[in-house]
């Protein structure tokens, strides 16, 4: 088994030439779009198979105005005018879920009684997912915008009031970029700035 | 601008058959190889151009000694095995590099004096800095098997002493993935299960 590389036109279009949208065309994207990049992201790895990620993709014109409230700065115009915005929400009781994510040992025990670890558990493993569908959006030809500009307790009421284990990590806007809405590119540095080998 | 579809090959090999490996060949992997792997996801998102991962990539005998020291369960043997494992780090005094990372706005400010705000910032962003890793490295034609059973304040004592606000995330092994070595492959629900549309 020899994973292949990538070509340079997938390189590109994930990591080397992709960039964060402020704004889209007026092209459509429809929701079996949106449901393929959950079939996509989904097969990235999390933690003991947590997957602690709860989406809500935001399409609706009141869905936008609920969630445009309670975002911050030029984000709310993002929000109304994008294709979609999802919400990277986590869920602190993802251990209930195990039994059936991870059935080979008892994972459920180890987080059980110990909100802390999954409280850390919940938000690195959701991040990595929502690491993922970025990417898979990126993959199946969409373009994003993550912002994290949004009060995070307000969004929580207003979308996750039935599941209080439920809360926010980040948003994401959805859609085909508008280039004109790109701003200059953020420098990156080389490999000896923050990495080293030991 | 058009993003373009990666073709199923593609798609396959960062997500779709990709698996997490526990092993790895004895195909050697070059330091350029995982220098390349910080060159592409370098580019992926993360807020204000934090950039907030500080990466050590653990290749020598020692290193992987007192690296394997600090883990749990079958990880010591894992890492002495692989040819490569990183230490994915977050340095919660990432604003100091804002200056220079994001010199448009005063966006250190956004972040001095304000722990709590800098460690969730960290953990967010270096953690989707960790997650673009993972796919870049299989992009280029490498495997990764993610852990996070270590003892995080030995792992920084060991490689962090001299930079007390860097702290360990999670650690990955890389090389040329041996097939003997996966796992069966765990439940990934279908999108009704975690997500919604609102």
């Known amino acids: 088994?020899?994973?292949?590389?990538?070509?340079?036109?997938?390189?590109?279009?994930?990591?080397?030439?992709?960039?964060?949208?402020?704004?889209?065309?007026?092209?459509?994207?429809?929701?079996?779009?949106?449901?393929?990049?959950?079939?996509?992201?989904?097969?990235?790895?999390?933690?003991?198979?947590?997957?602690?990620?709860?989406?809500?993709?935001?399409?609706?014109?009141?869905?936008?105005?609920?969630?445009?409230?309670?975002?911050?700065?030029?984000?709310?115009?993002?929000?109304?005018?994008?294709?979609?915005?999802?919400?990277?929400?986590?869920?602190?009781?993802?251990?209930?879920?195990?039994?059936?994510?991870?059935?080979?040992?008892?994972?459920?025990?180890?987080?059980?009684?110990?909100?802390e670890l999954r409280q850390a558990s919940a938000f690195r493993n959701s991040t990595l997912q929502g690491a993922y569908l970025m990417i898979a959006a990126r993959a199946l030809g969409l373009d994003i915008g993550a912002m994290s500009g949004f009060d995070a307790g307000e969004v929580d009421k207003a979308f996750f009031a039935d599941t209080p284990s439920v809360h926010a990590n980040f948003i994401a806007t959805i859609g085909h970029g508008d280039p004109a809405t790109v701003h200059d590119r953020l420098p990156r540095p080389d490999f000896g700035t923050f990495n080293r080998f030991a």
Chains 1, 2 share one sequence.
């Open 1 to 115: 088994m020899t994973t292949p590389r990538l070509d340079d036109a997938a390189l590109d279009a994930i990591f080397r030439t992709a960039r964060s949208f402020n704004g889209y065309t007026d092209e459509p994207v429809a929701d079996a779009e949106l449901e393929a990049v959950w079939e996509l992201m989904k097969w990235g790895p999390t933690s003991a198979n947590q997957l602690p990620a709860r989406l809500v993709w935001v399409r609706t014109p009141d869905g936008k105005e609920k969630l445009a409230a309670c975002a911050t700065g030029t984000n709310p115009d993002k929000i109304r005018q994008a294709p979609a915005t999802v919400i990277v929400g986590m869920d602190t009781d993802f251990h209930e879920q195990l039994p059936w994510l991870f059935p080979h040992a008892d994972a459920r025990s180890w987080f059980a009684g110990n909100a």
